[in-house]
Structures are given as structure tokens and as C-alpha cells.
């Protein structure tokens, strides 16, 4: 079993940064590969950024260029660094594994992106 908890979030204004971390429990995070969605209000929850074990990362066409994923295994922690916020930034963030036939998630972190 994996729990994951993320933190980072906040509040920012247009075109701040944030970096947002998801730590992982477990001797096995070395092993996962990490996904990071976001949750606008009233939307569906949508993918963003994931990052292979092996460090290989992937984004979304929306967020290239802004969203960075990277991770710390001594750490067992990833993290999403994401720069010139936008209000449509706002949105609940988490993050993701799946292992063992199961998908795991973490509870998620606030963003809000407002002058």
C-alpha cells in the first residue's frame, strides 16, 4: 500500500510560481512511476505531467513549457514546479500512482492563482 500526500499549494498571483511536492510512503517510490492531475472547479479531473521511474518525464500539450516534473528518491517525493501562473491555473492538484493493481491517490493541494 502506498499513501501520498502532497503539499506546496497556495495562494499566488498571475505569473508567480509555485512548486508543489507529492511525498510517497513506502521503501517502493523508486519503483513508481508519478503522475500529477488537476481538478478545476466544475470540471473533470485532467492529466497534466507524469514522470517515468527511470525520471523520463511527459506533459500535456496545455501545460508544455510551464509545468516542470521532477523527483527525489532519497526523498521518496516528486514534485511539479509551475511557472507564469494563470488564473485558469486554479484548481485542486494530485497526484498519482498505480502498483500492484491498484491506483493510489493523495488529497490533493489548492491552487488558487488571483491578484
Known amino acids: 500500500q502506498v499513501q501520498l500526500v502532497e503539499s506546496g499549494g497556495g495562494l499566488v498571483h498571475p505569473g508567480g510560481s509555485l512548486r508543489l511536492s507529492c511525498t510517497a510512503s513506502g521503501s517502493i517510490f523508486s519503483f513508481l512511476a508519478i503522475r500529477w492531475y488537476l481538478q478545476a472547479p466544475g470540471k473533470e479531473r485532467e492529466l497534466v505531467a507524469s514522470i517515468t521511474r527511470g525520471g523520463r518525464p511527459n506533459y500535456a500539450d496545455s501545460v508544455e513549457g510551464r509545468f516542470t516534473i521532477s523527483r527525489d528518491n532519497a526523498k521518496n517525493t516528486a514534485y511539479l514546479q509551475i511557472d507564469s501562473l494563470k488564473p485558469e491555473d486554479t484548481a485542486v492538484y494530485y497526484c498519482?500512482?498505480?502498483?500492484?493493481?491498484?491506483?493510489?491517490w493523495g488529497q490533493g493541494t489548492q491552487v488558487t492563482v488571483s491578484s
Open positions: 498519482n500512482t498505480y502498483t500492484g493493481g491498484y491506483t493510489y
